[in-house]
């Protein structure tokens, strides 16, 4: 994956709007190491292939970066994101490394399931 360019990704971001499309999104604030720290407060959320149909995609900040995705009946929202690429299979995948490497937050965006 690449550091984010907001441009490219805006002008990826352009290529899901008002299709049906499909969704990956993740976050984790170290649940996968929880176990270390009887203490620690572990919160995520994950959801993978929700279709979706995208009004409006905009990226926003200095890095790391926002981005929402507006829907008919609501928004979907991801923050952190700090690297991007488009796979061979031409899908948009947008992930969130803290200063360790490790994931924080992945948005995928995708024509076809995941």
Known sequence: MNPISTRDVQEELASFL?????LHLETTNGAYAAHQNENF???GAYIRNAQ???TSGK????????????MELGWIYAEGLTHWEV????RLLLA?????????VALHLSAEPF
């Open 59 to 70: 990226i926003t900040g200095d890095g790391p970066y926002r981005i929402g995705l507006k």
């Open 96 to 104: 969130g490394h803290d200063g360790d490497g490790k994931l924080g």
């Open 41 to 43: 407060f572990s919160t």
């Open 52 to 54: 979706v149909q995208i």
């Open 18 to 22: 008002n299709k049906a499309v499909y």
């Open 87 to 90: 796979d061979g299979k031409g």
